[in-house]
């Protein structure tokens, strides 16, 4: 079956770095397109950054020029690296294999705060 699984959440301070990871079992991973999401408090799921297939990213504005997608077919993982963290990125992050059915992970926490 289809897994996606989440690492590499935390407290981190403003201005500070994290990677998040997801690894994928159960499908194909290097013919799907993957994405980002998260969700803050209050707030609705959000697209956060997606990469095609074919390795073509796309960014949400708060975050283009801070955060990087990234995928290595060879570990079926999906990463994102989070720079120049602020207190508004906080919120759980989730991986999303996109297509239909989709498929997400269980999220992974990002606090951001001094």
């Known amino acids: 079956q289809v897994q996606l699984v989440e690492s590499g959440g935390g407290l981190v301070q403003p201005g500070g770095s994290l990677r998040l990871s997801c690894a994928a079992s159960?499908?194909?991973?290097?013919?799907?397109?993957m994405s980002w999401y998260r969700q803050a408090p209050g707030k609705e799921r959000e697209l956060v950054a997606y990469?095609?297939?074919?390795?073509?990213?796309n960014y949400a504005d708060d975050v283009k020029g801070r955060f990087t997608i990234s995928r290595d077919n060879a570990k079926n993982t999906v990463y994102l690296q989070m720079n120049s963290l602020k207190p508004e990125d906080t919120a759980v992050y989730y991986c999303?294999?996109?297509?239909?059915?989709?498929?997400w992970g269980q999220g992974t926490q990002v606090t951001v705060s001094p």
């Open positions: 159960g499908f194909v991973f290097s013919l799907y397109g």
């Open positions: 999303r294999r996109n297509g239909r059915p989709d498929f």
């Open positions: 990469i095609t297939s074919g390795r073509s990213t």
